[in-house]
């Protein structure tokens, strides 16, 4: 994709929070690793361009949903990474006071709905956040993401067919990072065509995008979430991407070769990928990308060490915030 | 006083509680053109036009889901099922997305919703479609579950429960849509969602029960005074969680002797919970052993007498009534 339509200044941005995200994914698996992190935790490395792009076509009227895989999906909407670290530590300092853990996060702030443990259960419930933005005309759209291992829920198709059904300004964003846990996508979505004409039947649209290429992302989004915003019905964006790391941090990914990791990781990075567009083409002196690389250093550092020294919850807040 | 049927006073519930607020709306299969599979939405749509009452497909877990989703995105959705036996394909949305969604964000998000429909045994229609869910939801944290039985409580707990900032399973049964009851005069205004109501005043034994085994607990004490001079003391339960366990406990210590009908199953049912928490608060005051009638644990049969024997009814409550107070 093009970079020509980007100025120096965003793409210097784009930089900064792709890598920011893999800094801040790879600080959560080193803190799993030494104990401080624990539990079911999902990284999304591979896949930051994404949210990164996607981020840069959303109005502040916009809500996001996704499922467990959520850390950057909050950090990149603008939550406090001290809180997300805190609250991946278990920390009452943590955006769910310790509660939710690495799958459950939230920021009403910043139209983020989570955060779902249980795939597929987020794509209806986005559309329900579509239909609360029909219903109260505010002109705003709902990102909803899932993974290639839920597009097979049944629940998604229920989905599909009352967002088109009552033309809700829904965007769902399938993040096709390859493998379902251990499984491919061959070797779970029926059809010659996989998962790439799923919406068909429901008159929704299938956008096929690099989601290793922030600057695709960015581009072909664009006008997709233009025609959603105006009362078009809902669009599919389907991200072609990767995710580095095992499903969770306790899956060894042994269902891949090494070669393949490696292969994507040297052709398709999108953090490289964006670093190598500021030095060849804005010509940017290696400094300014090293003023960057210590300045999310920085953040990641200060977010780790506010997690580990903050306290845990107290007793008493074992049985607050539940109805009752 | 008026009269007034128990699908009205749902009906009026809804409609008062969306002229009141503009975010409150109604979805599920049929609510609207059709006006409702038991005729509980009749006119609303009328009134208030597609955009507030939706007519769903045939989707529970989909259209629960996006319920939830509406009640994140800042509405106040009322979900009808066409019975809560088809609620089960969209359990894992009231239970993992609705109930759990406060505590999971430390209070960040809460989730303003009302899961609503029959609940129970309507009589004739065999297994998959005769089943009380209380103490299905009554398990679960995060939810409130209340189950009316005559038309006052019907409406002033619709109304309590829309106007509610947390899930709420709200139990209704289809044999009673269509009796009517007093109504008091004057507006309808919300009760509390968590406190039984004693309607009869007794001495010798207690009766819990909800929904319509309220009416079969009536019967039954009416039964009793009248030709055995036992003083039943009935109470409603109207809240299946919370228990209003205050409420049984101080009912106990009167009688001495309790007695739970519920249509659901017997084991882990509410009578379960409901020996439990006598037992652990009361067993000074206890004079026998406390007692349950619930469906036998069988799924549903369709002939006529076995559905009959499998039930709980008037007969069983007197018999049982009069041997735990050794007559």
Redesign the interface.
Known sequence: MTFKEFDLETVKKLYRQLKLARVFEERVGALYTQGHIYGFCHLYIGQEAVIVGLSHNMQSQD?V?TSYRDHVHMITLGVSPNAVMAELCGKAA???????GSM?????EHRF??????VG?Q???????????K??KDGGV?FTFYGDGAANQ??VY??F??AS??KLPVVFVLENNRYALGTSESRAAAGKNGLKNRGDPFGIETILIDGMDVFDVIVKSKKAIERVRGGEGPVILHMDTYRYRGHSISDPATYRTREEVENVKKTRDPVSRVKNELIKNFAIPETDITEIDSEVADIVNAAAEFAIKSEVPEAAALE????? | MSNLSFRLAIRDAIAEEMRRDPNVFLMGEEVGQYQGAYKASQDLLKEFGDERVIDTPIVEYGFTGIGVGAAFGGLRPIVEFMTFNFAMQAIDHIVNSAAKTLYMSGGELNCPIVFRGPNGAPRNVAAQHSQCFASWYAHCPGLKVVSPYNSFEAKALLKAAIRDDNPVVFLEHEILYGKSFEMPEGAVEPIALDKAIIMRSGSDITITAFSISVEHAMQAAEILQTQYDISAEVVNLISLRPIDKNAIIESVKKTGRILNIEEGWLSCGIGSEITSVVVENAFDYLDCEPRRIATADVPMPYAKNLENLALPNVDKIVQTAKSICNL
């Open positions: 809500s949903i943590g955006c769910s006071k310790g509660k939710g459950h996060m939230y920021s009403k709905y989570g955060g779902n443990g249980i259960a794509v209806p419930i986005g559309v329900g956040l579509g239909l609360s933005h219903y109260k709902s049944g629940q229920e989905a067919n009352m059904l009552w607050r915030d539940v109805a009752l």
